[in-house]
């Protein structure tokens, strides 16, 4: 079994993120955590991947008017990429 975790932030999250991590994996399930606030992938084994490496990207990231439509397209262009991959996709974010 895969499962993608979607999270907002993961280091400064909520510690519950880490202990269901840690749970699933106890039981063999793949987990993958998509930080949506930093744009990473946590792979299963540890690597930790940006969603984009794009200098383009980054620039427009800083652009504070611009900076959320520019994070949930590439949030939903990487979701898109990944159809079929996992068996389950929990979504746990809560920004404000």
């Given amino acids: 079994m895969r499962v993608l975790l979607a999270i907002s932030n993961y280091k400064n999250g909520f510690p519950y993120i880490q202990d269901l991590e840690r749970e699933l994996k106890a039981q063999q399930v793949h987990v993958d955590i998509l930080d949506i606030e930093n744009l990473l992938v946590i792979r299963n084994d540890g690597n930790i991947l940006p969603i984009s490496k794009s ?21 939903k262009r990487y979701l898109c990429s990944l159809a079929g991959q996992y068996t389950a996709v929990g979504i746990h974010s809560c920004d404000a």
């Fill in 55 to 75: 200098k383009v990207t980054a620039t427009l990231l800083k652009i504070p008017k611009i900076r959320t439509y520019v994070r949930i397209f590439l949030v």
